[in-house]
């Protein structure tokens, strides 16, 4: 999610050494200004991170280490604002929450993510409410959301006002006990006033715990414009940046604590649901600095990895008994990890790999369609028994075709997955399988491309 900025970092560093003098220092400086610009840092944040950056390594003596322990102290520094960090839950239940800003900046979709994530990692009971009644379709679109992925939602299409409906869902939502509220806003194409007195009249009705200001951030140094104009009329209390994925430069998340003076809270980074991570200063830190994010990574996996269920499935995977079913479950928990590449730039390590390796999508891929294809075609003891696939061409035959696959594709698909299903038994009896055989297994395991 950072590559670019950590790129830039690493090449920095590499530009100093153990011990070295001024003018290194001044080298490196050097390009790290050059890349920070170019990752479109705002000038006034690269200024200030540099000078401090100097300073500081200066006065703990010229070398890598101290460099180093500068950089993370400075953009550290420069990723934090007053306010909170993460989501903050009132200590008066519901947690009210405004979601504002222009329209297409991404508040609808990134209302979902947030329900998903706070109900799939933190457990709470979490109500959307379908306030933008400016655009047909918005409430039509929250809607399916909740359904798409078991959301609960408060809407009422025959309101006029949104501020009414709000009022009504925040009652709702106390009387059902909700543990937070979140309220989709209209948006406008710019800033006007007409909106913005809705918005200001939502706030004193409500009186929300929290008001995010969604940013998209492919509108570069405009989305900290905004959110400054929005902060000046409303008073946010955090931002989230979203499209990530679609900015390849990536410097405006650097620049939004210190410019528009409020936290960065989340960051969303596709299209799909599971594609939104939280922003917390030290942590986003250490992954830019290539040192992984081991907490964040430990609250996604755990959150998602029921204990019992992992327990059952090594003892399935001890007996080789890994079958379609087990497939679709694991796959399923996978999609709610988000990106895959976005997770190994948690692990320790990976950061500078990560230009090499392509993200998998789960949900896309050739391959992963083909076995759900072939998996539909099955009977239920099928999916339970990959045996009975291999020891018979006629229900090879009948799945292929129900499958609209050739009968080729089946067999190999069918081989793949007694091959995984041998390789899991070996991992999971701990007896790591000698490295050719491993090679060998792996070029046979194409379900990822
Ligand atoms: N690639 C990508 N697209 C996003 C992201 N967030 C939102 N979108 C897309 O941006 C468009 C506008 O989003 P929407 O939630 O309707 O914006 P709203 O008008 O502010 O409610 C939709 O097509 C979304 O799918 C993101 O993080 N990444
Ligand atoms: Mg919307």
Not at 91 to 111: D, E, Y
Not at 389 to 402: D, F, L, M, Q, V
């Amino acid at each position: 999610m950072f590559e670019r900025i950590s790129e830039g970092f690493r090449s920095a560093i590499n530009k100093i050494r153990m011990k070295d003098d001024e003018k290194a220092l001044k080298r490196a400086l050097d390009e790290l200004k050059k890349n920070l610009l170019k990752a479109d840092v705002h000038f006034k944040v690269v200024k200030d991170l540099l000078k401090e950056v100097e300073i500081e390594t200066k006065r703990n003596g010229i070398g890598k280490a101290n460099f180093l322990k500068a950089l993370e102290k400075s953009l550290n520094n420069i990723l934090t604002a007053p306010g909170n960090y993460g989501f903050v839950f009132s200590p008066n239940p519901p947690t009210v929450v405004m979601m504002v800003g222009l329209q297409g900046s991404g508040k609808t979709t990134t209302t979902a993510k947030l329900a998903n994530y706070l109900k799939t990692f933190k457990k709470k009971k979490v109500l959307m409410v379908a306030a933008d009644l400016q655009r047909l379709a918005a409430v039509e679109q929250l809607k399916q959301l909740a359904e798409m992925n078991e959301l609960d939602i408060c809407y009422d299409e025959n309101a006029k006002d949104a501020i009414e409906v709000a009022k009504k869902c925040l009652k709702e939502a106390k009387e059902k006990h909700y543990d937070v509220v979140l309220i989709d806003t209209a948006g406008r194409l710019a800033i006007d006033e007409e909106l913005m007195n809705e918005l200001v009249r939502m706030k004193e009705e409500i009186k929300p715990d929290e008001i995010f200001y969604v940013a998209d951030s492919l509108t570069g140094k405009d989305a900290l414009n905004t959110a400054k104009a929005f902060d000046e009329k409303l008073g946010i209390t955090g931002v989230i940046l979203t499209k990530y994925d679609g900015d390849s430069k990536g410097g405006v998340a650097l620049s939004i604590a210190h410019q528009v003076k409020k936290p960065l809270r989340f960051i969303g980074s596709g299209e799909k649901i599971a594609d939104f991570e939280v922003f917390i200063p030290d942590r986003i830190v250490s992954r830019i600095m290539g040192a992984g994010d081991i907490e964040s990574l430990v609250e996604k996996t755990s959150a998602v990895i029921n204990e019992k269920e992992a327990k059952k499935l090594t003892k399935k995977l001890k007996k080789g008994q890994f079958n379609y079913n087990d497939f679709l479950n694991q796959l399923e928990q996978m999609k709610k990890l988000g990106s895959m590449k976005n997770l190994l730039g948690m692990i320790p390590g990976m950061g500078g790999m990560l230009k090499q390796i392509e993200d998998i999508d789960l949900e896309n891929s050739s391959e992963i369609k083909k076995i759900k294809a072939m998996i539909n075609s099955m009977t239920p003891k099928e999916r339970e028994n990959p045996h009975l696939i291999k020891e018979s061409a006629s229900r090879r035959r009948r799945i292929a075709r129900g499958a609209g696959l050739s009968v080729q594709e089946v067999n190999r698909i069918n081989k793949q997955f007694q091959n995984a299903a041998k390789m899991a038994k070996k991992f999971a009896n701990k007896k790591i399988p000698d490295m050719n055989e491993l090679m060998r297994m792996a070029q046979n395991l194409k379900f990822l491309k």
